[in-house]
C-alpha cells in the first residue's frame, strides 16, 4: 500500500523557512513522481512543486520558483520541500503525493493528512 507521511510544518514569521518532509513506503521510491501540494482555506488544491520518478528533473509553480527547493534522500525514502523567504500566502495544509508523472491529474494511494504551514506578516 502506497503512503506517504508529511511533517515539518508551524508557524513562521514572514521572511522565515521551514523545511517539509515527506516519507514514503509500500513502494519503491523512485517509481513513482512525488509532488507537493498546498491547500489553503477556501481555495482548491495546488501544485506546489513536483520530484520526477527517478529523480531526475524537477518543477515548481511560477509562485515559489526562486524561494522554494525540492530535493530527496532516497535512503530515506523522503523527498523535501525547503521554503525560504515565507509569505504570508503561502499558509496552506501542505501534502505530497505520489503520482504516475509529474502534473498527472491522478495520484497513487490517497492524500494523508497533511502539514499546517502558517505564516504571519
Known amino acids: 500500500e502506497v503512503q506517504l507521511v508529511e511533517s515539518g510544518g508551524g508557524l513562521v514569521q514572514a521572511g522565515g523557512s521551514l523545511r517539509l518532509s515527506c516519507t514514503a513506503s509500500g513502494f519503491t521510491f523512485e517509481r513513482y513522481a512525488i509532488g507537493w501540494f498546498r491547500q489553503a482555506p477556501g481555495k482548491e488544491r495546488e501544485g506546489v512543486s513536483c520530484?520526477?520518478?527517478?529523480?531526475?528533473?524537477?518543477s515548481y509553480a511560477d509562485s515559489v520558483k526562486g524561494r522554494f527547493t525540492i530535493s530527496s534522500d532516497n535512503t530515506k525514502n523522503t523527498v523535501y520541500l525547503q521554503m525560504n523567504s515565507l509569505k504570508p500566502e503561502d499558509t496552506a495544509v501542505y501534502y505530497c503525493?505520489?503520482?504516475?508523472?509529474?502534473?498527472?491529474?491522478?495520484?497513487?494511494?490517497?492524500w494523508g493528512q497533511g502539514t499546517q504551514v502558517t505564516v504571519s506578516s
Open positions: 520530484f520526477s520518478k527517478g529523480r531526475t528533473s524537477t
Open positions: 503525493a505520489a503520482q504516475s508523472w509529474c502534473g498527472a491529474t491522478l495520484i497513487v494511494g490517497s
